[in-house]
């Protein structure tokens, strides 16, 4: 986290980010059905001797397997927000290595997930200090317009009354 907070201030406009900004992700996506089926596709099915023979094949094995093997178990409202695994498999250590695998997997997408959703909100930013940056540029140049006009019409009403140099007041400093 500490790299993520490096240029994270209020003078750049994004909030530091929290360990819990960052599990919400991770359990949001621990708990999808993509979540099982990535599992599923990228570490159950290499680890077959033999493949299904077709999708429907394939398909059964899925919904079997992600019935049986495989269980996420949410966390009650009064528990801590701890999320259980529960992966069954042939040997403790394969049951170890698919579980860490699991877990590798989601933290993946929920990192790209976060990325994602960071980019657009920096994007965000971006545009609204481009919007506000023009808009106050818009307001500067019209009001140097609008002070050049005033100093013209000054300088025709001086020429006109024949004054040459600005008037000073005792006890005044002039205006500019």
Known sequence: LLQLNVERNPLTGLNPVSP?????????????DAAKIRFFNQVYLPALAEQPLDDLAKLRMQK??????????????????QIQLRIEAPSSDLAVAWANNFLKLTQAEAKKQWTED????????????????????????????????QLKEALQIAQAVGQQGPQLMQGQLPRQ
């Open 20 to 32: 819990e900004d960052v599990y919400k992700y991770f359990s949001k996506e621990i708990l999808t």
């Open 64 to 81: 079997e397997v992600l019935k049986k093997q495989v269980q996420i178990i949410e966390p009650k409202p009064k528990d801590r927000q």
């Open 118 to 149: 960071e980019r657009s909100s920096i994007n965000l930013t971006i545009q609204h200090a481009e919007k506000e940056l023009t808009e106050r540029r818009a307001l500067a140049k019209k009001a140097r317009d609008d002070r050049k006009i």
